[in-house]
């Protein structure tokens, strides 16, 4: 309780210190606040020996300093998956999900200031889970093994998940044979449709999310290029995906399209990057900049997104990175740009101006070969 005059009284402070020492004890005697808003990177070591997050420091002038691993408690692959989301942070940094891909299961864990504390696993629901996305209290995992799948889990309030019963829902080839190559699921801004990108078949997948959490049959949609990976959404709702074409030199492309419940109608249909293997996408919080990784060219190619969701390249290479360059994040205020270098195992730093335009702020770290995922506080 505040004095009338706005000093904290002697009970006020007593209470604020006791929640401090009880928030120490909790996290194992660090004294960091108990914020949401922290600065960190996360990359997925994804070792087949036993899978880590590790944690980079972001300084404010979005330099990166190494600050340690922590285990998940389950097993990567030890190689890369091919997908886009591996690693994601819920809205407001509170929740950190990983998939174990050797272990088919996905972590969580809660996120308090620098710190974080695993919370619990659970089994994917599917083989080899590739790639997950988070709305409000929800999460679906992209499962590649087997016939490959989709499935959800409800967020409890201490950030466990629970398995959704019925949430199951197979891809294009209704489960039948070989998984067609999924890359990407990700719910729509208004978390109303799932979407999952194919790669062996050209489909862009949409499942319908009723007010319960469940996803409906599967709806498929051509994709405008070949070889659909990546994707985002941006601000007003347009979906931007990359095309690898099948990582034939030179012919990477992003597409645009315009997502109403099951209807999803191009924009723009393949806007050349000029590059080669754009696989990764990430689009700025104001929407206006989208930007893809050339896993191929070591590079990133930017663009500009237009009101009505149009892309126009700004710049093939917008920036240079390490050699492989695969999956990329923003910072919440899209303020930095992360790009993990497969093949340089380390990760890129560039600062987005405000003209979309990249500049390079050095790499940093030393990653294991097959680590995936970027996440960005």
């Given at each position: 309780?505040?004095?009338r005059?706005?000093?904290?009284g002697r009970?006020?402070?007593?209470?604020?210190l006791l929640?401090?020492?009880?928030?120490a004890?909790?996290?194992?005697?660090?004294?960091?606040?108990?914020?949401?808003?922290?600065?960190?990177?996360y990359?997925l070591?994804?070792?087949a020996?036993g899978?880590?997050l590790?944690?980079f420091?972001?300084?404010?002038?979005?330099?990166?300093r190494?600050?340690?691993?922590?285990?998940?408690?389950?097993q990567?692959?030890?190689?890369?998956l091919?997908s886009?989301?591996?690693l994601?942070?819920?809205?407001?940094?509170?929740?950190?999900?990983?998939?174990?891909a050797?272990?088919?299961?996905?972590?969580?864990?809660e996120?308090r200031?620098?710190?974080?504390r695993?919370?619990?696993?659970?089994?994917?629901?599917?083989?080899?889970?590739?790639?997950?996305?988070?709305?409000?209290?929800?999460?679906?995992?992209?499962?590649?093994?087997?016939?490959?799948?989709?499935?959800g889990?409800?967020?409890?309030?201490?950030?466990?998940?629970?398995?959704?019963?019925?949430?199951?829902?197979?891809?294009?080839?209704g489960g039948?044979?070989?998984?067609?190559?999924?890359?990407?699921?990700?719910?729509?801004?208004?978390?109303?449709t799932?979407?999952?990108?194919?790669?062996g078949?050209?489909?862009?997948?949409t499942?319908?999310v009723?007010?319960?959490?469940?996803?409906?049959?599967?709806?498929?949609?051509?994709?405008a290029?070949?070889?659909?990976?990546?994707?985002?959404?941006g601000?007003?709702g347009d979906?931007i995906?990359?095309?690898?074409?099948?990582?034939?030199?030179g012919?990477s492309?992003?597409s645009s399209?315009?997502l109403?419940?099951?209807?999803?109608?191009?924009i723009s249909?393949?806007?050349?990057t000029?590059?080669t293997?754009?696989?990764?996408?990430?689009?700025?919080?104001?929407g206006?900049?989208?930007?893809?990784?050339?896993?191929?060219?070591?590079?990133?190619?930017g663009?500009?997104?237009?009101?009505?969701?149009?892309?126009?390249?700004?710049?093939?290479?917008?920036?240079?990175t390490?050699?492989?360059?695969?999956?990329?994040?923003?910072?919440?205020?899209?303020?930095?740009?992360?790009?993990?270098?497969?093949?340089?195992?380390?990760?890129?730093?560039f600062?987005v101006?405000?003209?979309?335009?990249?500049?390079?702020?050095?790499?940093?770290?030393?990653l294991?070969?097959g680590?995936v995922?970027?996440?960005?506080?």
């Amino acid at each position: 309780m505040k004095r009338r005059n706005g000093t904290p009284g002697r009970s006020y402070r007593i209470a604020l210190l006791l929640a401090l020492l009880v928030s120490a004890m909790a996290w194992g005697g660090t004294a960091s606040a108990a914020s949401h808003d922290s600065t960190a990177v996360y990359v997925l070591t994804n070792s087949a020996a036993g899978n880590e997050l590790a944690l980079f420091d972001r300084r404010s002038d979005g330099t990166l300093r190494p600050a340690g691993t922590l285990a998940t408690g389950g097993q990567g692959t030890g190689a890369g998956l091919g997908s886009q989301g591996a690693l994601v942070l819920s809205e407001k940094n509170r929740w950190l999900f990983a998939v174990n891909a050797g272990s088919n299961d996905i972590s969580a864990f809660e996120v308090r200031g620098g710190d974080l504390r695993l919370v619990n696993r659970i089994a994917s629901g599917g083989q080899n889970p590739i790639s997950l996305t988070v709305h409000d209290d929800l999460l679906y995992v992209l499962n590649a093994g087997g016939g490959g799948n989709i499935s959800g889990f409800s967020i409890g309030s201490h950030g466990k998940l629970r398995a959704l019963d019925g949430s199951m829902r197979w891809l294009s080839n209704g489960g039948v044979g070989a998984a067609p190559g999924p890359a990407q699921i990700q719910f729509s801004n208004d978390g109303d449709t799932l979407v999952v990108t194919e790669k062996g078949t050209n489909l862009i997948d949409t499942f319908a999310v009723d007010d319960d959490g469940i996803a409906a049959e599967v709806v498929t949609h051509p994709s405008a290029g070949m070889t659909p990976f990546g994707f985002a959404f941006g601000k007003r709702g347009d979906l931007i995906i990359s095309e690898a074409f099948g990582g034939a030199p030179g012919q990477s492309a992003l597409s645009s399209y315009d997502l109403d419940e099951d209807t999803l109608t191009t924009i723009s249909p393949s806007v050349p990057t000029t590059q080669t293997a754009a696989c990764w996408v990430a689009v700025t919080k104001n929407g206006r900049y989208a930007y893809t990784t050339n896993t191929g060219s070591a590079s990133v190619s930017g663009y500009r997104v237009a009101c009505d969701g149009s892309l126009t390249l700004l710049a093939a290479s917008a920036g240079a990175t390490g050699t492989t360059p695969t999956d990329l994040d923003l910072s919440r205020n899209s303020k930095f740009l992360y790009v993990l270098n497969s093949g340089s195992h380390n990760l890129s730093a560039f600062r987005v101006q405000a003209d979309g335009g990249l500049v390079s702020l050095g790499t940093f770290g030393t990653l294991p070969a097959g680590a995936v995922g970027v996440a960005a506080s």
